[in-house]
């Protein structure tokens, strides 16, 4: 019997779903009502609908006011209940006291979206806050989107939309563009008319009451006719829809943003603006790279970058060959290149004898490679066609500076040709005016992005390949985490609760070592000695030398107030360090605070110091550090930042952004620290801080690396406020692992299956599994045949294995295999789509796993999930000559439907 369910031919992005989207009153209504239309000249709510008006989208434009029988010409209404035709989508510009109440309006009539234009919300402080909570409790209770409030509006020139009070009409192209900001809309929107720059959509969406960056990202990223998505943002917003949108379009369509409120003064107007936190900045730039997002700093480079990675492909690494015709514009873009942190590629040898060949004499002989201010067209292409072969480079920039020998138009036909013929960017930068435009126009036509100034072609280099870095990140197959013991997170809780219910937020050293040492995260052996007496015995115990520290369940930073004292060789010396700091402690912060101390013995410093950290971010949640320890951790301010849940990929990536990496690697003939041990610790730590949401925070500070071990020498733990209520703890911006989908099932004739989400570290498996599968198999799964190389593509599988728990669920069903007694993947059931209306469910499962109920048991946990995740319906396409599958979704309620001639049925539950 065949189970397995076929679904849509797969594509690079296949996420869209057969069900309408709630966005799509937005980008294609049928009937607009401009509820605050006048004749005023120069008001929002004329231009508004002079643009409604002005570019017909296939609908009616109804005006709303009270006051009038008409505006510019056509019959308007006293209110949206007044109008005869149903209205899916409201533009609302009626002052800011009146928008609750016509939102209500709005609902009465089934009204699906609105765009509230007016300003006057949580911008304005208390008064506004309240009156946005009217708005969008009236929003909710009728079920209506909403766009805004103090935004400019809609354009959305593939279809005709412009619900905007701007001065015209964006041309059509394949840019979506998105803004927080309605007057730097209008300013680019000029700029874009005269660069003859079109877009998909074009939309201001203000304060973000309802519709966020999340649900637009993911709508673009649907959008057949959006090629690149660009974002001026000044705030977050929902963090979690965010990240989970973005991650996913991102691998196919270039995300670039633009982020306001770098500075202190700046984050501070970008708050006053929108009314929001902006959030650190640092940890912004964290979450951009976890989800394959390319930053800028201004605003031409959002657009360059936009036509740069449409017309070239990515680089593979940092490596840039410029070539000139001029020394110092090559220095210059040199400057510009490593500044930015790529390299200069160095010219191979081969190379450099080739080029002697026919380069004058006095030619550069390395990188930038200058080829004289007289270079003709034919020397300027012999030199590009070596240099971007050359395999020790990973892009090239070409300048040019109009010298009086120089044909700029002839030496761009000669680039031309290799626009793409290579797997390598190409850049070009023709300096100068009127004598190289010619030039810039052959280059731009055939696909090679030209520049005014060649220090900006190397900034556009340097994003190039941190976007690739960005998304290689998410492709890369991370090494299995290290297993736990089943009761670490409960023995974690205890400690944790016994803290709290002694009315205590601090942990002290020896509690948070305990906590440490619950995920296997080695730790000093620790003693506590209320006594000088007892110091002694312990010291004795340990042997020496040894450490004390202070013991206090109220001082965390012990060195502040002489809570440390090292390397203590005998019985006299522990107890004169205990007096000592018992003294210094009673000094500095009060005698109350001395609970005695911690002995330990003192560890071989013979390695590296380093930090790891987390703590809680107003927007991001949870955020963990990882950088250079000890002491002097502020002042050296050497770390990295990144959101959990992290695995071995991940961690590692962290680690490469410090400097302090590179002595971790080994340097100076001294061996490298356990690297994979390091990065398995923050899995591990990773782990405790997803596991352990009334932590605030926690620093291990040092963790002392070396080539033999890694010991946590000293641990603080900060917990939230005992009196918060468990539902108000900060949520992680990343989804983690859903354990609650897992568990174990036995078959018909008794095969022990362990049912469980699918985790990215199970890519070599599904390697395996797709191996397993018979053409029946896989022709039934997706409808066509697809020859194996395209199941195993790395590319593939990485997207199928590394999903956001948040947008879909896969579940993995594994058995030892008796012939080798490894456990196997024999089972996957996924479930795409779970912030969307419907649901789609696909199962396949290994030849020798059919027949035994497999597929009946993991249709039935894929509804139970979707229950339990609000889905509302789920969906199936089934092979028509599938009855046993159609069968089994009837048992599970589902309804089957299947036109004539149709060979696929469709399977349909509502829940």
């Known amino acids: 019997m065949s189970i397995e369910l076929p679904t849509k031919p797969e594509s690079a992005h296949n996420i869209l779903t057969s069900a309408p989207n709630p966005l799509d009153v937005f980008f294609s209504p049928h009937n607009v009502a401009v509820i605050g239309a006048t004749e005023t000249p120069g008001s929002v709510g004329r231009t508004t609908l002079w643009n409604l008006m002005s570019s017909p989208f296939g609908g009616a434009v109804l005006p709303v006011n009270p006051k009038r029988a008409s505006v510019l010409g056509i019959k308007a209404y006293p209110t949206v209940r007044d109008v005869p035709a149903r209205v899916d989508l409201a533009v609302i510009v009626s002052p800011a006291p009146t928008v609750p109440g016509v939102i209500r309006e709005c609902g009465e009539v089934g009204v699906k979206g609105a765009i509230v234009i007016s300003a006057g919300f949580k911008e304005l402080g208390a008064p506004g806050v309240k009156l946005e909570q009217e708005l969008i409790a009236e929003a909710r209770k009728a079920g209506i989107r909403i766009i805004g409030p103090n935004c400019l509006g809609v354009m959305v020139p593939p279809t005709g939309v412009n619900a905007t009070f701007a001065a015209g009409m964006a ?138 990675l449409a017309k070239q492909p990515r680089p593979k690494g940092p490596r840039l060959t410029i070539l000139t015709n001029a020394g110092g514009p090559g220095v210059l873009a040199a400057d510009s290149l490593l500044i930015g942190g790529g390299e200069l590629a160095e010219v191979s040898a081969a190379a450099v004898e080739s080029m002697n060949a026919f380069l004058p004499a006095a030619w550069s002989r390395g990188n930038p490679i200058d080829v004289l201010g007289d270079a003709t067209a034919e020397r300027y292409a012999k030199s590009v066609e ?356 897992e568990s174990g099932w036995t078959s018909k004739t008794g095969l022990r299956v362990h049912i469980r989400p699918i985790a990215p570290e199970d890519e070599p498996d599904m390697v395996k599994f797709h191996e397993s599968l018979s053409e029946r198999t896989v022709y039934q799964r997706y409808l066509q045949t697809l020859r194996l190389s395209q199941r195993v593509a790395h590319e593939r599988l990485t997207r199928i294995c590394f999903i956001d728990y948040a947008r879909q669920m896969a579940l993995v069903a594994t058995a030892v295999n008796p012939d080798s007694g490894e456990e196997e993947i024999i089972g996957v059931g996924r479930l795409q789509g779970l912030r969307e209306p419907e649901s789609e469910f696909a199962i396949v499962l290994s030849d020798r796993a059919q027949g035994q109920g497999l597929g009946v048991e993991l249709l039935s946990r894929l509804v139970a999930v979707a229950k339990a995740e609000g889905v509302r319906v789920i969906t199936a396409d089934i092979l028509g000559e599938n009855i046993a599958m159609q069968k089994v979704c009837q048992k599970l309620g589902f309804k089957l439907a299947r036109e004539l001639g149709d060979p696929v049925a469709q399977a349909r539950l509502e829940l």
């Not at 877009?199 to 649907?222: E, H, K, P, R």
């Not at 013929?421 to 036509?445: C, D, F, H, R, Y």
């Open 171 to 308: 041309r059509t192209g394949s840019v979506g563009f998105l803004s927080q900001s309605g007057a730097l809309c209008t300013a680019v929107l000029d700029w874009s008319l005269r660069e003859m720059v079109g877009f998909s959509a074009f939309m201001s969406i203000g304060s973000m009451v309802d519709v966020g960056w999340g649900d637009l990202i993911y709508y673009l990223g649907n959008d057949p006719k959006t090629r690149s998505i660009l974002i001026y943002m000044e705030s977050v917003g929902d963090a979690r829809s965010f990240l989970s949108a973005a991650r996913e379009v991102a691998l196919s369509k270039p995300i670039i943003i633009i982020k306001a409120g770098r500075t202190a003064a700046g984050s501070k107007a970008a708050a006053s603006h929108t009314g929001s936190l902006t959030g650190s900045d640092d940890v912004l730039d964290a979450a951009f790279r976890r989800s394959g997002i390319l930053r800028v700093n201004n605003i031409a480079d959002l657009f360059y970058m936009a036509e740069v």
């Open 386 to 741: 070596i240099a971007v072969k050359d395999p020790a480079s990973d892009g090239l920039l070409v300048i040019l500076t109009p010298q009086a020998m120089t044909d700029a138009t002839q030496i761009a036909e000669h680039l031309k040709p290799h626009a793409r013929q290579t797997a390598k960017p190409v850049l070009a930068s023709w300096m100068g005016g009127p004598e190289v435009a010619a030039g810039e126009q052959i280059l731009n036509a055939a696909g090679i992005p030209t520049f005014p100034y060649p220090d900006t072609a190397a900034r556009m280099f340097n994003y190039m390949w941190r976007y690739t870095y960005n998304l290689k990140g998410l492709y890369e197959t991370p090494k299995y985490g290290p297993e736990l013991s089943e009761d670490a997170q409960q023995k974690a809780r205890a400690i944790i609760d016994t803290v709290k219910a002694s009315g205590r937020t601090i942990l002290t050293e020896y509690e948070s070592k305990q906590i440490l040492a619950c995920y296997n995260i080695p730790t000093v052996p620790t003693s506590i000695a209320a006594t000088e007496e007892e110091a002694v015995r312990r010291a004795g115990e340990f042997g020496y030398p040894v450490v004390l520290k202070l013991y206090s369940e109220t001082i965390t930073h012990k060195t502040d107030v002489g809570g440390v004292v090292l390397n203590l060789k005998d019985a006299s010396a522990v107890r004169s360090a205990f007096t000592g700091i018992r003294e210094s402690v009673a000094a500095k912060a009060g005698a109350e605070h001395f609970q005695g101390v911690t002995v330990q013995p003192m560890a071989k410093l013979d390695g590296y110091e380093v930090i790891i950290g987390s703590s809680v971010d107003p927007q991001f949640g949870p955020v963990i550090l990882f950088g250079l320890g000890g002491q002097l951790v502020e002042v050296f301010q050497d770390r990295a930042l990144g959101l959990p849940p992290l695995n071995s990929t991940l961690a590692r990536r962290m680690m490469e952004q410090t400097r302090i990496y590179k002595a971790l690697k080994g340097v100076r003939g001294r061996p490298p620290v356990d690297l994979e041990g390091l990065e398995q610790l923050m899995v591990r730590f990773s782990r405790l801080v997803v596991d352990q949401r009334w932590i605030k925070e926690i620093d291990i500070n040092p963790l002392l690396a070396s080539p033999e071990r890694l010991l946590a020498l000293d641990a603080r733990v900060v917990l939230h406020d005992p009196a918060t209520a468990e539902k108000d703890l900060p949520r992680l911006a990343i989804r983690p692992y859903p354990t609650r989908y």
